[in-house]
């Protein structure tokens, strides 16, 4: 079966930093570019970065640029955001999700996880 | 950055009825618009890929059209299960971006 599973959420102060993972399996990982996407409670969806499937390029949106870093192991089937100095606004459920591959790339996201939930708060 | 506009924001509809959301984008994005459903404390799932192209799985119900600017998300013969916030996606250019939502409501 094709799927994500997303851990590491949980309670952090502001300033703090949390590192998510998301675990791929039933596919071949190192094919599938990657992103990851939010949703504060209540609110719409969130592209927060993207990185090729080798890990070679990578994107961030500009609310989170300089203090995310997105990154993979291909080896270990694994892709990760570090996220520093969070913010009472970065809130929100992380999803991880697939998308395209070298052949076919900036696809639509068609595999996501369950999510997990970051909440920054003192 | 492109930004996507959905309408409506909300839609109350009953069963059996069709349902058009739209999507415009602020510049040209060809067909690179994508639909998702979003039901309560579920993750997306992709019903429409790239405008029109059907995705294994989705209900016929389901279908997408558009290019360049504007996209439309239609419903024939709503259901009570169709009950779930959709979201446009585009994946044209970098930073990726979504629309803020439509939520339906069944009566």
């Known amino acids: 079966e094709v799927q994500l599973v997303e851990s590491g959420g949980g309670l952090v102060q502001p300033g703090g930093s949390l590192r998510l993972s998301c675990a791929a399996s039933?596919?071949?990982?190192?094919?599938?570019?990657m992103n990851w996407v939010r949703q504060a409670p209540g609110k719409g969806l969130e592209w927060v970065s993207y990185i090729s499937s080798s890990g070679s390029t990578i994107y961030y949106a500009d609310s989170v640029k300089g203090r995310f870093t997105i990154s993979r192991d291909n080896a270990k089937n694994s892709l990760y955001l570090q996220m520093n100095s969070l913010r009472a606004e970065d809130t929100a459920v992380y999803y991880c999700?697939?998308?395209?591959?070298?052949?076919?790339?900036?696809?639509?996201?068609?595999?996501w996880g369950q999510g997990t939930m970051v909440t920054v708060s003192s | 950055e492109i930004v996507l506009t959905q309408s409506p924001d909300f839609q109350s509809v009953t069963p059996k009825e069709k349902v058009t959301i739209t999507c415009r984008a602020s510049?040209?994005?060809?067909?690179?618009l994508h639909w998702y459903q979003q039901k309560p404390d579920q993750s997306p799932k992709l019903l429409i890929k790239?405008?029109?192209q059907s995705i294994s799985g989705v209900p016929s119900r389901f279908s997408g059209s558009g290019s360049g600017t504007d996209f439309t998300l239609t419903i024939n013969s709503l259901e009570a299960e169709d009950a779930a916030a959709y979201y446009c996606h585009q994946s044209s250019s970098l930073p990726y971006t979504f629309g803020q939502g439509t939520k339906l409501e069944i009566k």
């Open positions: 510049q040209s994005i060809g067909s690179s």
């Open positions: 999700a697939r998308s395209g591959v070298v052949l076919a790339p900036h696809d639509a996201f068609d595999i």
């Open positions: 039933g596919f071949t990982f190192s094919s599938y570019e």
């Open positions: 790239y405008a029109s």
